[in-house]
């Protein structure tokens, strides 16, 4: 296992760098002179010019981008244009809101969409099994704005019984922490729900029409035992991948959320920072996003290996 694990370690490396190229590429590829955007239509050619020079445009692309990689790994991303903080503290700031909605989010998703496809599964054609479905089919079909703005309508606005927006820190208390994300994670969790609710009902309907299955239930055993012990069991792969690639739908949907619950987290920042042309600070949150997506494709990678020990050889 050990072995296994160093390898898709190492396998990880040249993905980083690949990613890190494209990130600094940005810069280059975007269309028009970036530091004469970023300056604005009033900026003077001395403004223009103190932008390129601070944006490092006047020496080669690969004498910077080597510079930037080794900053990079002491831990400098570089400073805002506009703020002058350092992009790696903005992200501090920010990084709590984002991490909280996106684990709320994930725990309430598989907790929610993986009982349901396993019960659709076993209830295939009963209107259980249409109503997962339909929900399933609402859910990849309503943008998260939408579903955002009709809960917080109702849920908010209404109802009053749910912030409509903000964000309290978990140090002010578990409830208001939670309280708060209530309503964003849910709006942000809705597609996933489907998405996972969807592939766990497929997975399970081959894994129920399986020989030992219908051992398991001639020894006597009971429903819940044999769909979520032997059934689930088997059908792990399929969903801890799904899961694994639905992250990057949390990431794409909590730029949305976050703005319209007005979420002060790293997707706010990375809309303003777009707005603006803060290219360091586009660069820094695009590098942190691809590092977590390529961080969670090696821990599903791992999670293989356990639930299914012929994958490390």
Not at 188 to 207: D, K, N
Not at 269 to 298: E, M
Request: no cysteine; aromatic share 10%.
């Amino acid at each position: 296992m050990l072995s296994y694990a160093i390898r898709r370690l190492l396998a990880t490396i040249p993905v980083m760098g690949l990613v890190a190229l494209f990130v600094f590429s940005l810069l280059y590829i975007a269309p028009g002179d970036p530091a004469a955007i970023i300056a604005g239509d009033q900026a003077t050619p001395a403004d223009i010019e103190r932008i390129r020079l601070s944006l490092g445009l006047d020496r080669p692309f690969i004498v910077r981008f080597a510079e930037w990689v080794w900053q990079l790994l002491h831990g400098d991303m570089g400073s805002s244009i506009f703020a002058a903080v350092p992009v790696t503290k903005m992200i501090g700031q920010r990084i709590e809101p984002t991490l909280s909605l996106m684990i709320v989010t994930l725990i309430l998703s598989i907790t929610i969409a993986v009982p349901l496809g396993v019960v659709a599964a076993w209830k295939a054609g009963t209107w259980v099994d249409r109503l997962v479905m339909i929900i399933a089919v609402f859910g990849f079909s309503v943008p998260v704005f939408v579903v955002s703005y009709i809960l917080a309508y109702f849920f908010a606005l209404e109802l009053d019984l749910l912030p409509v927006q903000g964000y309290t820190p978990i140090s002010s208390g578990i409830w208001p922490w939670f309280r708060n994300l209530i309503l964003p994670s849910v709006a942000l969790g809705f597609v996933y729900i489907a998405l996972i609710a969807r592939i766990t009902r497929a997975t399970m309907l081959e894994i129920l029409s399986q020989d030992y299955m219908k051992t398991a239930r001639a020894k006597g055993l009971s429903q819940t035992s044999v769909l979520f012990v032997h059934g689930l069991k088997n059908a792990a792969v399929p969903i801890i991948t799904v899961i694994g690639l639905g992250i990057a739908l949390l990431i794409g949907g909590a730029v949305v959320t976050e703005s319209v619950f007005v979420i002060p987290g790293i997707g706010r920042l990375t809309i303003d920072a777009i707005l603006r042309r803060d290219y360091p600070v586009i660069q820094g949150i695009v590098l942190l996003f691809s590092f977590i997506y390529v961080l969670i494709n090696l821990l599903v990678d791992l999670v293989y290996a356990l639930v299914d020990p012929r994958i490390r050889y």
